[in-house]
């Protein structure tokens, strides 16, 4: 039953996935790629991570997809349609390139689930409170500096748009 | 859990350097500030910067004599780490030190560029110290986004913009490989840190593709070919103090970062990747000095001179050895004050006019030695250290970095490099004879007076160039015996 | 587990559902007889007289960022006011120096305008 659901969502999200890689207009895009992330919302919560799924929901189908309809409208609906200047040969060289790179993942995860079954530790549950006590104690480093990140994007976006207060 | 149990002694110079860019950041925003005082409180918050790195030092080295500590195993402070500690904080000083004047020609916001570059730092110190998969993309990211908007700060010039654009694009790409490594590495041993999967790793195709991904991903950092694209834009477009100081820090602290993760988190055994970072230092070496053989910009000559010196210190990590590493150290060390130093004099060949694009083109120093032969000079020392001609710091850095190689059984890398170091004397010496050989006429720029700020940055840098190359011997060997109380 | 939120897929079947026969019924029941009138965009009685796709004022593009890193931020919280209660002390002082770091950005936002729609 599981399974089965999740391989029907699967197939949604690549679809998706392809569909916003392939399509030419902006705005399209930017939908298939809501549809990908609310896929993926479904996804934690069928692994136990409830938080994650809200959280992919919130930020993720929420905010990011809404920054980049966004920019697609502060760039301008006319330009609409994009052109590929891509050569033929490059579209080959990503077939076959992601083509290996898929085989060298999928392998890996075969082998993975063959050898052993615990793959990865995953932790008993992935609700707010496990999520909170990891967060807060474990990884209390990465936490702290999380916010020199958000710092970082802050102060870089007023200062590459803003002229300072007592700049002319 | 409470606050004292926590080591914080082991982190204290990197709180020092977030302290210092939140106190100067906030002075943007403080109190008004005539027309008149603007650019004395650029040079006010310049001091400040140089106090914050100062301390961040001074506590560094007290520390150098103290055995490793971790913070709850997310950081690791040993000696590999107070090294790049000191060579990040060196150049970030004497980046602070070109843009006192630089700066003011182009921008009034010092507050935001002297507190991203102090979050670069800080950002960086982190990346060096990481050994847990996290930490580490965390720090990267904000080095990365610090540097991406430093890039593009110069708002008045379009190629300016464009750097920052490419950097930030294919950057992002970059941070992606990084982080899908981590996940597959994670995926395969259900920890995210270095010790847990290098106990835990299958060694199966999982293992391979999530460290490869990460070798991409630090391959692009460190400017390695085939990852180097975006660097000659990127360097050429970024004001010079930025391009002086992420050629040197990105790539020290990638590189320390790169080892640490190779090290302890490899399972398979090291020569695999050995054989990976071999044909990536070869590559590199070979693409950048045969494209800087062409170039007609200073600055875009020393971006692919910065790709080439990519290329000598993975010799280093190729090595993977006491012997290597230590040699690493050393080209690092001297590599920041022969590479800042080649950019600060390159800084002075730019032209006035913040409308074109900043380019210190070689006819900008067609007959400098008998204008400035002061300044000639002082750029003769950087490039021949640059090319690795002796007694200078970058001659026995290349020394060490090739016996280091010999020693670990790389030979033919060590022949491949040493051809390489010839080719790279071509364009060094094109430099130099276009300074001494040529008459000057009247494309020859200098900006005068030459500020005394940057007089002192080329003045330490020279001096460093010439020290480190006197005193190479002893300076080698107490880096060694920091390097071999790590964890071999 | 995944049993769990049964309910939700039947509510979410049921919008769907219902939203389905708000658009199929009409088309199928409704008689349909176009003229060059009725097929114009409806602007409340007035002719078209531009395409209605045009661009954004640049601004928002401060804003949608602001309010992403914001976002971020909050998210945080979340899970932190659950465990809060475990950690005592220790967790209130940890989240004081995250939401100290980006209160010092939110001041230097603020001050600099970047609020104001200029």
């Known amino acids: 039953m599981a399974l089965l659901l999740f391989l029907a969502l699967a197939l949604v999200a690549l679809l998706a996935a392809v569909g916003m890689v392939t399509s030419r207009n902006a705005v399209h895009s930017a939908l298939f790629m809501l549809v990908n992330f609310a896929v993926y919302a479904i996804f934690y919560i069928m692994l136990n991570a409830q938080f994650l799924g809200v959280v992919q929901v919130i930020v993720y189908a929420g905010a990011i997809v809404v920054l980049f309809l966004f ?35 999928g392998l890996g995860i075969a082998q993975t689930i063959s050898t052993d079954q615990t793959v990865a530790g995953a932790p008993a549950a992935g609700g707010v409170e496990a999520i909170g006590m990891a967060l807060f104690t474990t990884y209390l480093l990465p936490f702290e500096l999380a916010s020199l990140l958000l710092l970082a994007g802050m102060v870089g976006g007023v200062a590459r748009r803003y002229k300072a207060l007592d700049e002319d | 859990m409470n606050l004292s149990s926590l080591n914080w002694n082991s982190l204290l110079p990197e709180l020092v350097i977030v302290a210092t860019s939140l106190i100067v950041l906030i002075t943007a925003v403080v109190g008004k500030v005539s027309r008149v005082d603007r650019i004395a409180r650029g040079h006010a918050l310049a001091v400040v910067t140089l106090i914050g790195l100062l301390i961040a030092a001074g506590l560094t080295i007290m520390q150098l004599s103290q055995p490793a500590s971790d913070f709850m195993g997310m950081v690791q402070s040993d000696a590999l780490s107070h090294y790049l500690n000191l060579v990040i904080l060196l150049a970030a000083a004497l980046a602070v030190l070109l843009a006192w004047d630089y700066l003011g020609r182009f921008t009034y916001s010092f ?42 700060f110069n708002r008045h010039q379009l190629a300016s913009a464009e750097a920052s654009l490419k950097y930030f694009l294919l950057g992002a790409f970059a941070s992606g490989f990084i982080v899908y490594g981590a996940a597959l590495l994670y995926g395969d041993t259900g920890s995210t840190w270095f010790s847990d999967i290098a106990a835990n790793a299958s060694g199966g195709f999982l293992t391979l593709a999530g460290f490869a991904l990460l070798l991409v991903g630090f391959a692009f950092k460190i400017a390695a070919v085939p990852f180097h694209m975006w660097t000659p834009d990127a360097y050429q477009g970024a004001p010079t103090p930025v391009t002086a100081f992420m050629s040197v820090g ?239 | 587990m995944v049993l769990d939120y049964l309910p939700l897929l039947i509510l979410f079947i049921i919008a769907a559902g219902f939203a389905a026969i708000a658009i199929i019924l009409p088309t199928v029941l409704g008689p349909r007889n176009p003229n060059k009138m009725k097929q114009e965009p409806i602007e409340s009685g007035m002719i078209p007289f531009m395409q209605a796709w045009r661009r954004f004022p640049v601004q928002y593009y401060m804003v949608a960022m602001l309010f992403i890193i914001f976002d971020i931020e909050v998210i945080f919280f979340y899970p932190w006011a659950v465990v809060l209660g475990k950690l005592k002390l220790f967790g209130l002082i940890e989240m004081a120096i995250f939401l100290g770091i980006l209160l010092i950005g939110y001041f230097y936002v603020w001050r600099k305008g970047a609020f104001e729609w200029q």
């Open chain 2, 250 to 488: 990105t790539k020290a602290a990638a590189l320390v970062a790169l080892f640490r993760v190779l090290q302890s988190a490899v399972s398979a055994p090291y020569e695999t990747w050995a054989w990976a970072l071999a044909i990536l230092s070869l590559l590199t070496m070979t693409v950048g000095n045969v494209a800087a053989l062409r170039q007609t910009s200073i600055k875009r000559l020393l971006a692919y001179s910065s790709i080439a010196q990519a290329g000598y210190m993975l010799i280093g990590l190729v090595a993977g050895t006491v012997l290597g590493l230590q040699a690493m150290l050393f080209y690092l060390f001297a590599y920041a004050f022969m590479n800042i130093g080649a950019f600060a004099c390159a800084s002075l060949l730019e032209s006035d006019d913040w409308s074109e694009l900043q380019d210190a083109s070689m006819a900008n120093a067609r007959g400098l030695f008998s204008r400035q032969p002061l300044l000639a000079t002082a750029l003769a020392i950087f490039m021949f250290s640059l090319a690795g001609i002796p007694p200078l710091a970058g001659f026995f850095g290349k020394l060490y970095l090739f016996d280091a190689a010999i020693d670990a059984g790389w030979l033919w890398l060590a022949l491949v490099a040493v051809i390489n170091s010839v080719i790279s004397a071509y364009y060094y010496m094109r430099v130099v004879v276009v300074m001494f050989m040529e008459a000057p006429d009247e494309s020859t720029r200098v900006r005068l007076p030459i500020p005394d700020s940057a007089i002192l940055a080329i003045v330490i840098a020279v001096l460093g160039a010439l020290l480190l190359g006197i005193l190479a011997g002893p300076s080698f060997a107490s880096l060694g015996q920091a390097v071999v109380a790590w964890r071999f």
């Open chain 2, 111 to 152: 507050s935001e560029f002297y507190s991203l570059l102090l979050l670069a730092v800080a950002g960086m110190m982190f990346l060096g110290k990481s050994t847990e998969l996290i930490t580490l993309f965390v720090s990267l990211e904000i080095l990365s986004i610090s540097l991406y908007i430093l890039t593009g």
């Open chain 1, 71 to 105: 920019v697609v409208m502060l760039i301008g609906g006319e330009i609409g349609a994009v052109r590929s200047s891509l050569r033929r040969y490059t579209y080959a060289a990503a077939l076959i390139l992601g083509a290996l790179f898929v085989a060298m993942i």
